[in-house]
Structure formats: C-alpha cells, structure tokens
C-alpha cells in the first residue's frame, strides 16, 4: 500500500535553515508529481510546492518562493523540501502528498489522492 | 490570485443531508477536488473531479459543479462524518494550488 513518511521537522530559530524529507513506498514514485501541503496551528490547508515526476517543473505557493526549494531523488523514492529564510509564520504541520498525475506541466495536476501524517516545524527563538 | 470562499461551519442533524459550498470565481470550470480532515489526522480525498468518489468512500458523499459553485454533498450525515472539509483547484493563471479556507462539520 502507498506510503509516505515524513522526517526532519523541529524546533529552528527564525532565519535559519531546516530540509524537509518524504520517504514514499507502494508506487512507482518517479511515475507521480509529488506536494508539499502545511496547516498551521488551528488553521486550514496551505499548499506550498510541486514537482514534477521527473523533476523538471516546480511550482510554489507565492508565501514561500525564493525561500523554499522542493526536489525529488527518484533512486531514494524520496522527496524534499528546503527551507530557508524561516519565519515565524512558517511554523506548521508539513504534509507530503501524491499527486494523482505526472504533473509534466502547469495544468496537468491532478488531485491529492496520498497524504503523509506530517511533519512539525515550529520557528522560534 | 485565485480565491475560494468556504462557510466556516454547517450543522445537521443524524440522518439528514449536509451541503458544503465552494464559492468562486467560475468555479465551474474549474475542476474541484474534496479533502476530509479530522482531528489530528491527515487529510482524506472525498472527491476528485467535481463528482468522482475515490473507492472505499462511501456513496453518501457526491458533489457537483456549476457556475460559481461546487457543491459537498453528504447524505444520510452520521456522527463518524464529522470533520473539517477543504475545496481545492488548481489556479491556471497563477500556476498554484488554492485551497478553501475549510468548513467544519457539526453533527448535531
């Protein structure tokens, strides 16, 4: 069955840098676009990025580009995202999730159909 | 960008039928996907494209699309249906997912 597992969440002081994992099983990982989705505390859904199953396309939310880089190693079936320039306002769940489709260009998404159970970031002096 | 406006909470009784809303900007042409989330867990696709139901869904849960609208469908609510439910389309002219902000389900 499809798994997605989250790692590298913690505590980080604002300005610093934190690099997210999601280590994916039960799928062919580099057959799918893949996400990063965070909620804050109390709050809804906010997406952040996606890459494309081969990893040449990446789009980001605008709260988050030139600060955040999301990649894929398709020989780890691993995901990642770095985090740079933290804020308080970063502080959140991280979730990884399968895209339904390849995601080969803008406008080829799919849905979420796979989510992770998240990771904690928390950004605070 | 592309916005998508949710009531903040629906109640209903046991047994009777909850409508989610998701108001925008011809939302119709869109293609909408429904998540659940309940406490302290992840979210879980409802519904994909518009009306299409994921298997292992019950078929108490159906939505629609039109105009400005897309449209939760829960029928015959039971109290294991109570949850936050988010609306999700891509943004073409930004080239971003949008989320709504959420509704709670209160089963009465």
């Known amino acids: 069955q499809v798994q997605l597992v989250e790692s590298g969440g913690g505590v980080v002081q604002p300005g610093r840098s934190l690099r997210l994992s999601c280590a994916a099983s039960?799928?062919?990982?580099?057959?799918?676009?893949m996400h990063w989705v965070r909620q804050a505390p109390g709050k809804g859904l906010e997406w952040v990025a996606v890459i494309s199953y081969d990893g040449s396309n990446k789009y980001y939310a605008d709260s988050v580009k030139g600060r955040f880089t999301i990649s894929r190693d398709n020989s780890k079936n691993t995901l990642y995202l770095q985090m740079n320039s933290l804020r308080a306002e970063d502080t959140a769940v991280y979730y990884c999730?399968?895209?339904?489709?390849?995601?080969?260009?803008?406008?080829?998404?799919?849905?979420?159909?796979?989510w992770g159970q998240g990771t904690l970031v928390t950004v605070s002096s | 960008s592309y916005v998508l406006t949710q009531p903040p909470s629906v109640s209903v009784a046991p047994g009777k039928t909850a409508r989610i809303t998701c108001g925008g900007n011809?939302?119709?042409?869109?293609?909408v996907h429904w998540y659940q989330q309940k406490p302290g867990q992840a979210p879980v696709l409802v519904i994909y494209?518009?009306?299409d139901r994921p298997s292992g869904i019950p078929e108490r849960f159906s939505g629609s699309n039109s105009g400005n609208t897309a449209t939760l469908t829960i029928s015959r609510v039971e109290a294991g249906d109570e949850a936050d439910y988010y609306c999700?389309?891509?943004?073409?002219?930004?080239?971003?997912?949008?989320f709504g902000g959420g509704t709670k389900l209160t089963v009465l």
């Open positions: 039960g799928f062919t990982f580099s057959s799918y676009g």
């Open positions: 494209y518009d009306s």
């Open positions: 999730a399968k895209d339904s489709e390849k995601v080969a260009a803008a406008g080829t998404q799919g849905y979420f159909d796979y």
């Open positions: 011809n939302i119709g042409s869109k293609s």
């Open positions: 999700q389309v891509w943004d073409s002219s930004s080239d971003q997912e949008v």
